[in-house]
């Protein structure tokens, strides 16, 4: 049998990281008695299980929440009394989702933001993806700019149009670099440290199969 785990509240829902907590907030406040019964196990109807470990659960609470938990408990599944969730979805991130869905509020570890904002898009908690979106911009920086665009760009985040390209990149048209290109390398050598830094990591981060170019036409500088 999994292991029984239930979700802490959000005074404690933070990874073992003794990192710095943020609270994201926004979502449903249930009454006090709802949110002791959970915690206490008290009328449970649903399990799920997430990585091998199980978490009690009210069904109007996960309904109610999300879309994903509304639709399987709306069809004839066989599992919808004791779902699995898989494709990747790590406990350490389902289980503040769950608090957030009965407590509104939720504080994690930064490093767990992501993940989160992953799980709360799997299972359609949009006001914990937006919560989690909105703590990703208040934290954007030139080292993690290209890691939050492509993850704007996966999960189709409306935050994407708030990065600041200019931090991790340097645009130049090919008719001023042909006009100057001494001028170029000048401009190229004056280029902060701390942003060239930020530039070789966000290549780093790149996916093999990017393309130099935009012309369908010439064969990629970079092939997959």
Known sequence: MAPRKRARTSSSSSSSSTGVLVTLSGGPNHEPKLVALWRAGRFTDVMVTVEGCSFSAHKVVLAAGSEYFEKLFKSECRDRDAPTIKDELPAAAF????????????????????????????????????????????????????????????????????????EFTVRVAERDALADPLGLLRKLRAIPPAKVAAMQAALLRARPSFLWHTDPARPSAVDA
């Open 95 to 166: 289980e503040p989702l769950l608090a957030f869905l009965y407590e509104g509020s939720v504080a994690v570890a930064e490093e767990l933001i992501t993940p989160l904002l992953h799980a709360a898009d799997y299972l359609g908690v949009e006001p914990l993806k937006e919560a989690a979106a909105g703590a990703l911009v208040a934290r954007l920086a030139p080292s993690n700019a290209f890691a939050a665009w492509t993850l704007a760009d996966d999960l189709s985040l409306p935050f994407a149009k708030r990065l600041r390209y200019d």
